[in-house]
């Protein structure tokens, strides 16, 4: 990783929540989307699974969590209702921010991921029957 998650909690991550791409209208459903710092913007859209992994690993740090958690919903589209709902809010980390590491271990440990350049974010792999 040589460092690149340093920046990570350094500085407030500045974030938007927008349609998701393709949407002519209105809806409920949002997409993260990290707009800075520049480099919190360049990790998101990295395509790195070591980065996604390694943001994961922040979430047990209390000073961290927060942005790495923005990020990795930027990175996957999982939980980003859960970042939206918890913007600004100082009891995130007392409410979900304490569990989101097992949270998002258990799923990145099970999911297949790619990186799909047009959406600039990892998706699931069909499972197999």
Request: glycine share 8%.
């Amino acid at each position: 990783m040589n460092g690149r998650l340093d920046v990570v909690g350094r500085d407030e991550v500045v974030f938007a929540t927008m349609r998701p791409h393709g949407s002519s209208s209105a809806t409920l459903e949002r997409r993260v989307v990290v707009l800075g710092p520049p480099e919190l913007r360049e990790l998101a859209e990295s395509g790195d699974i070591s980065v996604a992994e390694g943001l994961i690993g922040l979430l047990e740090d209390p000073s961290r969590a927060w942005a790495a958690q923005v990020l990795l919903a930027a990175m996957t589209g999982r939980e980003e209702k859960l970042v939206e709902s918890f913007q600004g809010r100082p009891d995130w980390w007392d409410t979900v921010g304490k569990t989101a590491h097992a949270r998002w271990r258990a799923w990145f440990d099970g999911a297949r991921l790619s990186w799909d350049a047009d959406e600039r974010r990892f998706v699931e792999a069909p499972t197999r029957a």
